[in-house]
């Protein structure tokens, strides 16, 4: 296992690779898993079938949401609207039956089967936490029947015990229904021996208007922060600064398409470690954890399951630390 004190970023499907690690050797965990059914991080691979098919998949829909697709470098160029988009669950190509595989969180049928999943995941960070360790976990929502879901049209229509025509999607919630995830992702985190310390709502300030007419305009995510024991370490000049409503834009990086804000991973860096004190995230993207934390002299350890992006973040965090090579130099 590489020297857990250097800065690293580990190729693999997250819960894979933290069951490698060893327990007590992290100080805090800030990250931004992928979302309910919100878009596909393009890290499917096609098992058997025929080398020379380009796979197609029944029901491709077209969307209007984000989708990524290979860009010139071979990496993954987020796409505008109208992109076509295959449906996944359960993919096989109906022209040479090759299987479609992906370790990817996410993408589950039904919201239940995510939180599972996150339950799972987050359970091996406890392990891999200092007994005085805390979880910074930024988290927004999704409607049935829409973003990334793959659902769309799997479940047709039926009538309700009042007899109500009710159009069904398969994740078990009727269509334009709020599923609610961080909330249900906390709760289950909290029953499996998490100490829920508090509930941060990130106001996206200046986001995106979304182009729905009949509710609010959604602006917020959450940023949960869970300790693994009642007492454990924070910096209480920082912690005491921040009040649990966070106005940070939305930021973005041209090659992932969603980065969370280096100003929100700043605040629970600083206000979970120390200089020195190594900092994981699990679902490392484009690497916004490592350049914060470098910018504040802290470690980094990295898990993320598309190459892609690694190569991205390694980026990042070199033009991050640049600057302090030059002036040593
Ligand atoms: C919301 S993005 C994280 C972005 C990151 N916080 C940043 O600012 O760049 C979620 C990331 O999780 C990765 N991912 C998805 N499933 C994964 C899995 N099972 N294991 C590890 N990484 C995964 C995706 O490829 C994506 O880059």
């Not at 393009?42 to 984000?66: F, L, N, Q, Y």
């Not at 206000?271 to 679902?283: E, I, K, N, T």
């Not at 350890?301 to 965090?317: D, H, K, Q, S």
Request: charged letters at 20%; proline letters at 5%; one cysteine or more.
């Amino acid at each position: 296992m590489a020297d857990m004190r250097c800065d690293t970023i580990l190729h693999g499907d997250a819960l894979s690779v933290l069951r490698k690690l060893p327990s007590r050797s992290v100080q805090c965990c800030v990250t931004s898993p992928p979302y309910y059914a919100q878009r596909d991080y393009g890290t499917a691979v096609w098992v058997g079938g025929k080398a020379s098919c380009s796979h197609v998949i029944m029901d491709a829909e077209r969307t209007p949401w984000a989708c990524e697709v290979p860009g010139p470098n071979g990496r993954r160029k987020n796409v505008a609207a109208g992109h076509w988009r295959p449906k996944y669950v359960g993919g096989h190509c109906v022209n040479c039956g090759a299987i479609r595989q992906d370790a990817q969180l996410g993408l589950e049928a039904a919201p239940a089967a995510y939180v599972d999943r996150m339950v799972a995941i987050f359970e091996e960070v406890q392990r891999v936490l200092t007994d005085d360790g805390t979880l910074w976990l930024n988290l927004g929502d999704s409607y049935a029947g829409a973003g990334y879901s793959n659902h769309k049209g799997t479940g047709g229509t039926r009538r309700d015990e009042g007899g109500k025509q009710r159009h069904t999607n398969g994740t078990g919630y009727q269509n334009k229904q709020l599923f609610g995830v961080p909330w249900l992702v906390a709760f289950a985190l909290q029953a499996d021996g998490w100490w829920l310390r508090s509930d941060v709502v990130w106001h996206k300030h200046g986001a995106m208007p979304d182009p729905t007419r009949d509710r609010p305009m959604k602006a917020h995510e959450y940023v949960f922060l869970f300790a693994k024991r009642a007492r454990y370490y924070c910096d209480e000049s920082v912690i005491r600064s921040l009040n649990t409503v966070w106005t940070i834009p939305p930021q973005q990086c041209s090659e992932h398409s969603a980065t969370m804000p280096e100003a929100l991973a700043g605040r629970c860096i600083l206000a979970g470690s120390r200089p020195g004190d190594l900092v994981l995230d699990p679902f490392f993207g484009a690497g916004t954890t490592g350049v914060v934390a470098r910018r504040h002299n802290r470690h980094y350890l990295g898990i993320e399951l598309n190459a892609a992006y690694i190569a991205l973040a390694e980026e990042r965090i070199a033009a991050e630390i640049q600057p302090v090579l030059w002036s040593i130099a």
